[in-house]
Every structure is written in C-alpha cells, then in structure tokens.
C-alpha cells in the first residue's frame, strides 16, 4: 500500500539535503566504469581468441572474484575508513586492468588471463554501496535522532543511479571496442575507475565515521553476515544476479538466432529502462506497507513476469515482456537495500552492502556461463529460463526464512530510533 507523494518529500529535498552533493556527483562519475568492465572483457578475449565462451569464461573468472572480495572491502571500509581502502583499491584495479589487457593483446595463454582476471575482479571499488553507506549515516538513525523519511526514497535514488550506470557503461565501452580498438573500453574502464575513485576519495567529509571497538564497548563490531537477515538477502539477490546474466545472455542469443542481432540493444534498453522507471516510482511513493512485504512482493511479481519469458518468440512481444520484468526488479533491489538500514548496526553498513552487490555479481557470473551453455545447445529460449528458476528459488528462500528480516533486539536497543519500533519500518 502506499499513499501520495505529497506525503513524503521526494528527490528533490533529498538532493537538498546538506552535504548530499559533495559524494552523490563524485559517487556517480567514479561508479560509471563498473558497467564497462564484463563487457569490456568478452569484446576483448573475444577478438583475441576468437571465442566467446573464452571471452565469457574469463568474464566470469572476474566476477566471482568480485563477489568473493567485495565484501572484504566493504569490511575494511567500514573499519579504517573508505578512503584508505579506495586509493589503493583504484591504483591496483587500474594496474590489473591494463595487466590484463596486455597479455589479452599478447595472445597470452587462457589460464594467465584467468589469473590476472582474479586481482582485476578483486580490485573493483566498491562505490555504490559506500554511496549508499554515507546516505544511511547522513539520513539513518542515531542516538537521539529517528531515521529520516527520506531512506527509502535514497534507496531508489541509487537504485536508479545503478541502473543508468548499466545503460551508459555498455554502450560506451561496445562503441569505444567497436570503433576505436578492442582493447580501448577497458583502457577507459581503467582510467574512469583511477581517476573517478580518488575524486570520491577526497570527499572525506561525508564517509562514515570510524567507530574503534573500545574494551567493554556495549557494541561490538561484528561481520554483516553474522546478521541472519543479511545471509537471507545475500542468497536472494543471487536471483537478481540471474535476471541480469540471463537477460544479457540470452537476449543476445535471441536477436542473432532470429537474424536480428542489432536488435539487442533495443531490447535490453527497453528492460534497463524498465527498471530505471520503477525505481523512480518507488522513491516518489510515501509507503505504507514495510519493506519486508515490499520485497517478498517485489520478487513475487519477478518469478511471474520471468515466467514467460521463454515461450516468447517475437520480437515486440519480448519487449514487452522484458520491459515488465524491470519493472519488477527495482521494487525487490530497493526493498532489500532499505532493509539492511534496519538489520546492521552502522558499524558495519558498508560490508553488508557490498554482500549484497556481490551477491548480485556471483548471480550475474553463474546465469551468463549457464544461460550460454543452455542457449548454445538448446536454442536461445532455454536461457530465459535462468531467470525463472533463479528468482523462483530467491522467492522460496524469502517465504520460507522470512522471519530472518526482522531486527533483532540488540540492533533496535544500538540505533535509538522509533523508527526500529515502527512496524513499518521494521519491515512487518
């Protein structure tokens, strides 16, 4: 349920808040290479090895990698501060990069590609989730003062955010391989990441404080993923991991078995757009109903739309179809971001959102390697069925564990706000 805009303030006081504007435009230019590194890697692996199951193998190899360490960055983030991790997180991703690249022109053997494909994943700056780390210690609850009304209309601003990112990202890094060399997307990829992450670096003002665990301390710093509610949201974004690999996958597969390959891009602007509008609804919305209800719904609307993605055989039908399923995916991804405000104490935000974006990384790697497979054996409807059975589990796991999303105690106790009182917000 949800009431009228009027409601609530929207977009435009959140971008009014105080000190909102010194990491939003950083934040937003240093994210923009995130979407240009996986396709900067199959276009070139690709034209090097002349295979696009070497090309998505290596791409595959980054992502796990990714989904592996992110949460490690966002843990020392959230302990040292994330300017320390971010300067040599960007000098050592734009270094494995450009490593990367020259053994791809070198016509290195397909193991060293695996190889420098670990650190180039590993490396990746996680600055999405420390943008939405800084709106939820300059929005959030704490000692004396409620939560601002304005977390959840944050959380569909970087919904939104992300979600351009992945409009631009590819498109920019297709035409820089396509019409300039293969290997200048990653080139840029490199450069844009070095030279947007210390832009963000320096905005040391609006990161979150460092909170040192003092002897006796009432709280204690503990791992986001001790937190049961964060392990639940942690498996179910594997699903929406699934819908990006296997929409990206086997949209391709489609539009070249049908001899309509320049298609494609149409087809995935249509599902990005999708998603970039539903998150814009979401943030203008003054909800009444929590986000626990919010994200069962949300994937309950996912696993239907997803389902008839495979008996789909044209091309506008498709469209339609895809465009629903965007639609579908904002309302789950923010409900579940919004959650975590809840769930973690703010000593360790930023870990359990990059749990949470790892998570979505290892979803996306695992669907495009079997929605490929599927696709190159069975015909390109197979791999819309990734999707379906991807955000069907994620659906079952909500259902079944959630009990999990609910706020323990000890963090209602820590944040001091009536906010974790309200069973709205508490996400009943």
């Not at 840029?188 to 030279?195: D, K, M, N, R």
């Amino acid at each position: 349920m949800a009431s009228t805009v009027s409601d609530r303030p929207g977009y435009g006081q959140l971008l009014r808040t105080p000190g909102a504007w010194t990491f939003f435009l950083p934040g937003f230019a240093a994210r923009q290479p995130f979407a240009m590194l996986t396709i900067g890697i199959v276009l070139l692996v690709q034209h090097t090895t002349g295979s696009y199951g070497s090309a998505g193998a290596v791409a595959a190899v980054t992502g796990v990698s990714m989904a592996l360490f992110a949460p490690q960055s966002g843990r020392l983030a959230d302990r040292i501060g994330q300017r320390a991790v971010l300067i040599p997180g960007v000098l050592v991703h734009a270094a494995s990069v450009s490593a990367l690249t020259a053994l791809a022109l070198a016509d290195a053997p397909l193991w060293l590609l695996f190889l420098a494909a670990v650190p180039t994943g590993a490396s990746v700056p996680q600055i999405g989730p420390m943008v939405r780390a800084r709106w939820a210690a300059l929005l959030g609850a704490a000692p004396g003062r409620k939560a601002s009304p304005l977390m959840p209309t944050a959380a569909a601003f970087e919904s939104v955010t992300d979600e351009f990112t992945f409009v631009i990202g590819p498109v920019l890094a297709t035409a820089l391989c396509t019409g300039v060399h293969p290997a200048a997307g990653l080139i840029a990829e490199a450069a844009l990441t070095l030279v947007g992450g210390l832009f963000f670096a320096a905005q040391h003002r609006t990161q979150p404080a460092v909170r040192a665990a003092a002897a006796g301390a009432s709280e204690q710093r503990v791992s986001a993923l001790s937190v049961p509610g964060v392990r639940v949201l942690a498996v179910a974004f594997l699903g929406i991991g699934a819908v990006f690999g296997g929409m990206q996958v086997s949209l391709t597969a489609f539009t070249e078995e049908i001899g309509r390959p320049g298609a494609n891009g149409l087809l995935y602007g249509i599902f990005a757009a999708g998603n970039m509008l539903a998150g814009i609804a979401c943030g203008a919305i003054a909800w009444k109903s929590g986000p626990r209800r919010r994200l069962i719904a949300g994937y309950a609307a996912l696993t239907l739309t997803a389902s008839g993605l495979w008996a789909v055989h044209s091309v506008p039908l498709l469209a339609g179809l895809g465009l629903l399923v965007g639609l579908s995916i904002a309302p789950a991804l923010i409900s579940g971001y919004t959650l975590v405000e809840t769930l973690v104490p703010a000593s360790s935000r930023t870990e359990a959102f990059t749990w949470l974006t790892g998570s979505i990384a290892l979803g996306q790697a695992a669907a495009v390697t079997v929605a490929g497979r599927l696709a190159d054996a069975h015909g390109a409807s197979t791999g819309f069925v990734v999707p379906l059975v991807g955000t069907a589990l994620a659906l079952v796991t909500l259902v079944t564990l959630r009990s999990r999303l609910t706020p323990a105690r000890a963090t209602i106790m820590a944040a001091r706000g009536s906010v974790h009182r309200d069973p709205v917000a508490a996400g009943k």
